[in-house]
């Protein structure tokens, strides 16, 4: 959560996917620079699921998958005895982060009000990644018509 962490996708050479960018400062510049997003997604997950999703989670130093206790919970006690919790993943520090989440996203909202669309987070994986593809194809879509037409 610095001022530039980021990550990047590439979507299938069709454009480009980013995670916890831009942030209001960053996308005032992005707009002078004549620089828009097609769409902007916004997962709306209420704070509490926030909170237990991210305190809940555990690494395996060895393998390097990432658990979760309530969740996807180890295979077996061995697995489980090894798990350890990043230090940032406690409750305090996730409130935190939710605090500057929604200093940011509120102007972030007002710059993009034309391209946001809210997703329901606090489904299953499947559903949200369905609803996002769909969303993701839709404006793709449309842009190829544009450029088309």
């Known amino acids: 959560y610095g001022e530039g962490a980021s990550s990047a996708t590439r979507c299938s050479g069709k454009g480009l996917a980013l995670d916890g960018y831009p942030r209001s400062s960053q996308a ?3 707009e002078t620079l004549g620089i828009r997003p097609d769409i902007f997604i916004l ?3 209420p704070d509490e699921l926030l909170v237990e999703r ?3 989670r555990r690494l395996d130093p060895e393998t390097g998958k990432i658990y979760h206790l309530k969740y996807s919970p ?3 006690e061995e697995i489980a005895s090894r798990l350890t919790q990043r230090f940032d993943d406690t409750e305090e520090k996730v409130k935190l982060r939710l605090q500057t989440h929604y200093q ?3 102007s ?3 710059i993009y009000e034309d391209v946001i669309v809210k997703v329901k987070g606090d489904t299953t994986v499947e559903d949200v990644f369905g609803e996002i593809d769909k969303l993701l194809t839709s ?3 449309k842009k190829t018509e544009m450029v088309a037409s």
Do not use: H, K, Q, R
């Open 28 to 30: 005032m510049a992005l």
């Open 43 to 45: 997962l709306d997950v």
């Open 54 to 56: 991210v305190v809940g």
């Open 74 to 76: 180890p295979e077996n």
């Open 104 to 106: 940011n996203i509120e």
């Open 108 to 110: 972030l909202v007002s």
């Open 139 to 141: 404006s793709l879509d």
